[in-house]
């Protein structure tokens, strides 16, 4: 059984189509997946006692009326409500019983899915790993001295370790991305406004984007389409990619001297893998990375400030340090710099968007290395290379996906960028990169003859 819950949610449904098994006994194998190896992990901050009775409601349906993941478990970012179990958005400073599910859980439950475990935020999905909040920061399953990166930390480490197949995050300037490339999954961040964001707790409204992080890009693709039904991003799964013009930019990261010179030769062997599947790969240029990361990151700061003044001035103490340095950070921004800061974003979705017209997807890497180490944390944050925000100021899809392991033996991610809606093509391009692309092994938590 536990194999089972190894395999694609496709193959799982099928399983509990053809009576294989029930939708009971794989909940309990998930549950007791968890039971032995989050303790190291530290991805899962609640888990819902209700499941195994929502499990036994699926048992009990008829085939014919079980929609198409029935049965199948669901993890979710600790920012997101479930109905009737607490949001604590990683902080010591909220602590709710949500009344209704958040829409895009929702949506996820409709299609059969059974939110199962709520999972590990940095607080408020804004700050680094820190030890002054209610749960410990969660774990790199490729190797646990590593962050998984953030702020959806729990979700990256709850599926690269096998505890789930899928899990919502929130991606406000790389978070679900970066997570994604840290532990070597897929992660999408579906087009802004796109998926409902009600019942989640904001950060920065203009950048705040829901999706999915998944074991394979076919994963992905089918919470996709559940959570938006007309991006039918499972249905373009398997189409080739002959002809189709990608634009790489390789400029934009080649020269950076924080680029780990083993992300250079697995981003040229991507676009030759590519290639040789029938893609025109063609050299392009994007505007000059760190203005953009500037801009976007007064937007985000600006914007979580006016989220959390009020809240501050009420809870001041039950914040953590680098929660309230991060905040008060916004305070301290001019209209002026904010103006300045939008239109340097809608200049980029400008040129992104002319960009499009011509190329189908664009490829760049997710982050510029692999995860670091809890110990570069221990004063406080640390910047990390990443090349994710701008698409969060432009509100163009991205689709993160494991392209390498680094010379250390970590994960690293490629990103591709499509067009406003058009998370189907990233998803056909992915799935047959992932398909041709390199043999990504097991982390070490997950492999056969572990002890957990």
Not at 32 to 54: G, N, W
Not at 125 to 134: C, N, S
Not at 180 to 200: F, M, N, Q, R
Not at 431 to 451: D, F, K, R, S
């Amino acid at each position: 059984m536990s194999e089972l819950i190894d395999l694609p949610l496709r193959a799982q449904a099928a399983a509990l189509t053809r009576r294989e098994t029930s939708a009971k006994e794989l909940m309990q194998t998930v549950l007791d997946r968890i039971s032995r190896r989050d303790p190291k992990l530290h991805a899962v901050v609640h888990l819902d006692a209700r499941a195994m009775d929502e499990a036994q409601r699926w048992d009990d349906t008829p085939l014919e009326d079980r929609p198409t993941l029935a049965g199948l478990a669901l993890g979710v970012k600790d920012i997101l409500d479930v109905a009737q179990a607490p949001t604590r958005c990683g902080s010591y400073a909220q602590d709710k019983l949500a009344q209704r599910d958040a829409a895009a859980v929702a949506r996820l439950r409709r299609a059969g899915m059974t939110p199962l475990a709520k999972l590990a935020t940095y607080e408020y999905a804004l700050t680094g790993p820190a030890w002054d909040q209610p749960n410990p920061p969660a774990r790199n399953p490729w190797n646990t001295a590593h962050i998984t990166g953030g702020s959806s930390s729990g979700s990256a480490a709850a599926v690269a370790g096998g505890l789930l197949r899928v899990a919502l995050g929130t991606d406000t300037g790389g978070s679900i991305r970066a997570p994604a490339a840290y532990c070597g999954i897929v992660g999408l961040k579906p087009t802004l406004s796109s998926v409902p964001d009600a019942g989640c707790f904001p950060l920065s409204p203009a950048l705040d984007v829901i999706g999915p992080l998944a074991a394979c890009v076919e994963d992905a693709a089918l919470v996709m389409e559940a959570l938006v039904p007309d991006s039918k991003a499972a249905r373009a799964l398997g189409q080739d990619i002959e002809g189709l013009r990608i634009g790489y930019a390789r400029d934009w990261f080649v020269a950076d001297p924080a680029c780990d010179p083993a992300l250079l030769r697995a981003m040229d062997d991507a676009a030759a893998t590519l290639s040789m599947l029938g893609a025109r790969i063609e050299l392009i240029d994007l505007p000059d990375y760190q203005p953009l990361e500037e801009a976007g990151s007064v937007i985000l700061q600006a914007e979580a400030w006016e989220v959390h003044r009020a809240a501050l001035a009420d809870h001041w103490p039950r914040y953590g340090v680098d929660a309230r340095r991060n905040l008060v950070t916004g305070a301290i921004l001019s209209e002026a710099h904010v103006a300045a800061a939008r239109r340097a974003a809608a200049r980029f979705g400008a040129q992104v968007t002319e960009l499009l017209g011509t190329y189908a997807a664009l490829l760049a890497p997710t982050t510029l290395g692999s995860a670091p180490r809890f110990a570069d944390f221990e004063d406080g944050p640390v910047w990390t290379a990443m090349r994710t925000l701008p698409f969060n100021m432009s509100g163009h899809p991205a689709l993160s996906v494991p392209c390498a392991l680094s010379d250390a033996g970590l994960p690293l991610g490629l990103q591709l960028i499509g067009r406003h809606g058009d998370e189907a093509t990233l998803c056909r391009i992915g799935h047959a990169y992932e398909q041709a692309g390199p043999n990504m092994l097991c982390p070490p938590i997950t492999c056969p003859g572990a002890a957990v």
